[in-house]
């Protein structure tokens, strides 16, 4: 019986208003059903739920000139739905629900039961949670496990789905549901189950899915009685704000029967004073109020006939839902081709006819009623209007299968009209109508102007140019504020004077075509046209795998090696960038930019990848020290020149070389290198000190620099430990003496470990006997207020009566202070240990231990110093002692300084990498 009826459910879905919602999106628009409705729990930032429990006045208006925009074959054609994010949710015949973005693209299906005999025929509905609510029917529910429960099978069903689109639970009925439901302000659902052929009942469902009441028709009224045949409810209740709920024509008080009326059809409509308006099978209105009957109106007086003593309507059949606008017109549509507007207080309760009664009521715009009728020429739908009045409607011819989509202004003159569409409309934002067509669901939207595409603009230009339709009006606004209009010519072309505007600054331009048509509007972002300065990149070396510098803050900045990128990163908001690099070898060009974000591009910034390992090795003494000073300096005022194999004087004058800021040049006892007095001609220098008595430098070197034109002093006693002295109160004429760095007179290896570290402090190194110092010397600390010392090397060669003695001078405790190892390495590694705890370090410095051999090491000191870099003696057979490779764990330097040839190959590669 169930399957004969399919085509019929199929229309009536259609045209009885069961379920072409439209709901709208977005924007923040307090909903509102109409004054006689009671206000249901739906989305509250749309303007309207669904197809019944409204006046179907949309908050939103459709096109004024329609254009098809998409169109999208869903398999349903039951309604529209669409939720505050401009989703937009549609069922159909075949039982699937799909969720659709704005610009017709889908996001999910959800497919109510795998049967095939499954079918929606209803629009869903929207809780204010974003739950969707769908009713549904299955043909043959024995083959079909979704719609059987505890062994019981069933024809109808309402389902909820959450807003991913997986179900949360479904209520099952005895018979089909093929409307959609209302929804009260606590939530509950209302909905009736049955058709027009068989029998049903109507439910209040809570949000859990759980039946609070039925009402059965069977068990109430009489068999004799019309509503006893009568008794399905296949069309969706209504809720007045008087708390009644009106369904297929029987009247309720929560569920209890308060009164019926037969011939009516459809679903009823609620006006702003709690009218209730019901379309008949007759052709007419019936309007009564919490159930009290008002009157019946005939919208087609050549329907009226007599019959006796009493009279009756024979007319078309209304199955359409009445819409009712803000001005309490009421738009409806019947079967018969014929669409009506009318305002039904303002007509005349009939007189002429006595046996009509005092409630029977005529169509008559010849009185003066302000109404109209159009004939579409097939069966009307229900209507929508739209915010600025206009009514859209459906209509189908079922002889010549005829559709067409109509919309008409509020005087009764056709607006436009578009073939092909039938079924409900529902009205968007953007001025967009969902309605189903040939090519299923589609959007119509506003005609448009050729959008225009518009040329980049500069921070610095006066002028937009682009293209646009022929000879179309171009207009450019930043915000309000129009700033600029331009008319294209013949071939689309236009050009636009505009204001200067800053970079950042947002231009809306819009085109109107010679019909009037306005395009749509398209944002330009006025365009930083200047470059980022061109990057500042650090010195990278081959072992390096991270390249630093300075750029544009939250600028890009790309690394490439011939063209190829091997790194980018984003430059921080203090101006500082850090790329992860692969090593490159020494001798690559590494090119650098950066990228703002408006993809300006800066100059390229270039550097040549050096090696990390710096040999400074001269074929003699001589010049390995030349190539000291042309690492450290490029001009030098003054520079120390000491005998080349007179070791420990050019130690102790290392922190006197580090004040003046001056290298340390090596020379014979009678004769100066040819390569030293080049350096000294490079570098520029004025004044000579020679470190060490006559013994080590000659009055033959006095000779060849007064010669050359140089000044130059002596700083030498009659023993390196006088010469020390000697030095230490030079420095103190230059920086006041606070701290002293002792070491064995003939202690070389230990003197040259704490060099570098003596240097960079500028405090002297003093040389002692193994268990005495030098009474003059000490004599004249004791005339320092000293406020620290250190002991270089053990007990041996720095005897522990030395440390108390100096302590008694010193304003702290240096009993503790002495660095010492086993042997000279192991006292090379805690001095490092001591004075370069850092992790990072600028270089390390490496030389040969050996003594013999330390004269290469002898000028690195001020460098080191220089540098801020310890030096580390490294044996040549041994290579790197372990004390020396625990200090060295978890340092990195960007720079390893070979100081002279013949170090420890393998030393000096470990100490690389």
């Known amino acids: 019986m169930l399957k004969r009826l399919v085509v019929y459910l199929v229309i009536m879905s259609i045209v009885l208003g069961m379920g072409i919602p439209a709901y709208a999106s977005g924007e923040a628009l307090p909903f509102e059903q109409g004054e006689g409705y009671e206000r249901g729990a739906y989305q509250t930032l749309s303007p309207y739920p669904t197809a019944y429990n409204w006046s179907r006045q949309s908050k939103y208006q459709g096109p004024s000139v329609p254009e098809i925009k998409w169109s999208r074959d869903t398999e349903g054609s039951a309604g529209v739905v669409i939720d505050q994010d401009g989703i937009i949710y549609n069922a159909g015949p075949k039982g699937i629900i799909s969720a659709i973005y704005p610009d017709g693209t889908l996001k999910w299906t959800y497919p109510i039961s795998d049967s095939p005999d499954t079918r929606v025929m209803a629009s869903p509905v929207l809780g204010s949670d974003g739950t969707i609510y769908i009713a549904a029917l299955s043909w043959d529910p024995e083959t079909d496990p979704k719609f059987c429960k505890e062994g019981k099978c069933y024809y109808g069903a309402l389902i909820a789905v959450q807003p991913d689109g997986k179900e949360k639970w479904r209520t099952l009925f005895d018979f089909e549901a093929t409307s959609s439901p209302s929804m009260d302000k606590d939530g509950n659902l209302y909905i009736g189950t049955g058709n027009y052929m068989t029998d049903g009942k109507l439910y209040k469902i809570n949000t859990r899915g759980e039946i609070v009441w039925s009402f059965d028709p069977k068990e109430h009224f009489a068999p004799d009685s019309y509503l006893y045949n009568e008794s399905s409810f296949y069309t969706t209740p209504t809720l007045s704000k008087d708390g009644y709920l009106w369904a297929q024509g029987l009247l309720f008080k929560e569920n209890k029967f308060i009164t019926a009326y037969s011939a009516v059809f459809g679903s009823a409509a609620i006006g702003r004073d709690g009218t209730i308006y019901n379309a008949t099978y007759v052709g007419s209105l019936i309007a009564q109020y919490n159930g009290t009957f008002k009157y019946e109106l005939m919208l087609d007086p050549s329907y009226l006939r007599l019959n006796g003593s009493w009279c009756y309507g024979k007319g078309t059949r209304i199955s359409a839902t009445p819409a009712i606008a803000a001005d309490g017109t009421i738009y409806i549509g019947g079967e018969d081709g014929n669409f009506f507007a009318v305002n039904p207080e303002e007509a005349e309760l009939m007189n002429d006819w006595p046996q009509c009664g005092q409630g029977m009521k005529v169509l008559d715009p010849t009185s003066g009623m302000k109404s109209w009728s159009y004939n579409t020429g097939g069966w009307n739908n229900s209507a929508i209007i739209g915010a600025d009045g206009t009514i859209y409607v459906t209509s189908e011819n079922r002889e010549d299968d005829t559709k067409a989509l109509y919309a008409f202004n509020k005087d009764g003159s056709v607006k436009w009209k578009l073939d092909g569409f039938f079924g409900e409309v529902a009205i968007g934002k953007n001025r967009i109508l969902y309605v189903y067509g040939e090519n299923g669901l589609t959007a119509i939207g506003e005609k448009q102007a050729k959008t225009p595409i518009v040329n980049p603009v500069a921070e610095n230009s006066n002028l937009m140019t682009g293209t646009a339709d022929a000879l179309a009006t171009l207009v450019v606004k930043v915000g309000t504020t129009k700033i600029g209009q331009a008319t294209a010519d013949q071939s689309g072309k236009f050009s636009a004077t505009i204001p200067v ?173 040819q390569v030293t007095l080049d350096e000294l001609a490079r570098l520029k220098a004025k004044e000579i000190i020679l470190i060490g008595g006559e013994g080590v430098i000659s009055h033959q070197v006095e000779s060849v620099l007064k010669e050359k034109g140089y000044k130059f002093t002596r700083i030498g006693g009659l023993s390196r430990k006088d010469t020390s002295l000697m030095i230490a109160k030079e420095l103190d004429k230059l920086i006041d003496v606070s701290t002293i760095h002792v070491a064995y007179g003939w202690g070389e290896p230990d003197a040259l470990s704490i060099a570098a570290q003596a240097g960079l402090k500028k405090q002297p190194i003093i040389l002692a006997d193994k268990n005495s110092v030098p009474a003059e010397t000490l004599a004249w600390l004791k005339t320092e207020t000293l406020s620290n010392a250190y002991f270089i090397g053990g007990e041996g060669v720095v005897a522990p009566a030395i440390v108390s003695e100096i302590d008694k001078i010193t304003s702290v405790n240096v009993l503790a202070n002495r660095l010492n190892g086993l042997d000279r390495h192991e006292t090379n590694a805690k001095v490092m240990s001591k004075f370069y705890p850092e992790a990072e370090l600028s270089s390390i410095l490496v030389a040969k231990s050996e003594t013999a051999n330390l004269v290469d090491a002898l000028a690195a000191g001020p460098l080191a110093a220089k540098l801020g870099s310890p030096v580390l003696l490294i044996s040549s057979y041994v290579g790197l002692l372990p004390e020396q490779k625990q200090v060295l764990a978890g340092k990195h330097s960007k720079y390893v300084h070979q100081i002279g040839g013949g170090v420890n190959p393998a030393a000096v590669r470990e100490v690389v990498q």
């Open 501 to 673: 505007q800053k970079a950042g600054t947002k231009l809306e331009i819009t085109a109107t075509d010679r019909e009037g048509n306005v395009s749509e509007t398209i944002t330009v972002i006025v365009k930083d046209m200047t470059p980022p300065t061109k990057p500042t990149v650090d010195v990278v070396t081959d072992h390096e795998k991270v390249l630093t510098g300075k750029a544009e803050p939250n600028a890009i900045v790309i690394a490439k090696v011939v063209g190829k990128e091997i790194g980018r990163s984003t430059v921080g908001a203090s101006g500082t960038f850090s790329i992860t690099i692969p090593a490159q070898p020494a001798g690559k060009v590494i090119e650098v930019t950066a990228v703002d974000k408006s993809d300006n591009i800066s100059d390229v910034a270039s550097l040549t990848v050096t090696k990390k390992l710096k040999t400074l090795i001269g074929p003699t003494r001589y010049s390995t020290a030349v190539m000291v000073s042309q690492t450290g300096w490029n001009t030098s005022n003054t520079v120390l020149l000491v005998n080349g194999f007179a070791i420990v004087d050019g130690l102790t004058a290392t922190p006197l070389a580090t004040a003046k800021d001056a290298p340390i040049l090596l020379t014979e006892a009678d004769s100066i290198p």
